[in-house]
């Protein structure tokens, strides 16, 4: 047996709650982990509330991220006592995840803790930070250096937000940050945002082509605000896109595309090949500083998870919310 949150759904209704589980629960898989860390993201919170479809069995661990020890292995991958890190590949939703205890894994979805990090800061970053470091090597990669203008940053309090804006300040960006809560303005300028804009400035319709401000742009949001960022990118821009806070709608016009040349760039963090997730971990170890963790996260235990659950899906929480699984 072992500790975790269990979410059930039977004639008695879809419940979510900390428990003793039997490990007969755990899912096939050649790695089997001791979890020490875990997070709570956006997707989790849905689970957990049942305000989102996103567990597709029964019953369900839920948790996207997860960093632990290795204490059994039938993969000439890991070995005993190898701390692991995983991010997505439907964890959490299809395959029983990191807020609990014990993971039984596929040994393909993990990669090493990197060196830099200790648990707790890998969860700091976690899905949102690697995300977030996934769509600067893509703005990189599209020759959006920081001498071509400013990137905006939408959903700028939330985790890709927070850590999208740290990233590329320190890499030398002149960084906007896009956010409904603008007393929030001196957490985002001390991460490094250079202004603060209110995302009423983009979340309501607008014009097919705007005045050109952005030379690139970290997307979290969707919907109008998505489409309004790329109305507004300079000639040759690239937009990134990761979320979609406001929908999943995109009620734009090909005039950025064809009349200007911007690229609108789609970043998945969830089925990534693991060569991309050694790149973007190695970068992040690179680029971030480690008083960033305690601007960006707090940690909560696993029963505190339930509670800070309504509080994510709510929009009160800021930056980032790490798991002790063992607190």
Known sequence: MFQGILIEKDEQGYRA????????VLPEGDVTINVSHSTLNYKDALAITGKGRIIRSFPMVPGIDLVGTVE???SDKFKVGDQVLLNGFGVGEAHSGGLAQKARLKSEWLIPLPKAFSPRQAMSIGTAGYTAMLCVLALEKNGVTPDKGEILVTGANGGVGSFAIAILAKLGYTVVASTGRVNEAEYLKKLGASEIIDRATLSEPGR????ERWTGAVDTVGSHTL???CASTKYGGT???????????LPASVAPFILRGVTLTGIDSVMRPTADRLEAWERLAEVLDPSVFDDISTEISLTEAMTVAEDLISGKVRGRVVVNINK
């Open 227 to 229: 489409a309004n960022v």
């Open 17 to 24: 709650a900390v428990k003793d589980i039997d490990e007969s």
């Open 72 to 74: 059994q292995s039938d």
């Open 239 to 249: 937009v990134t896109a990761c979320g979609l806070a406001q929908g999943m709608d």
């Open 208 to 211: 097919p082509l705007a005045k």
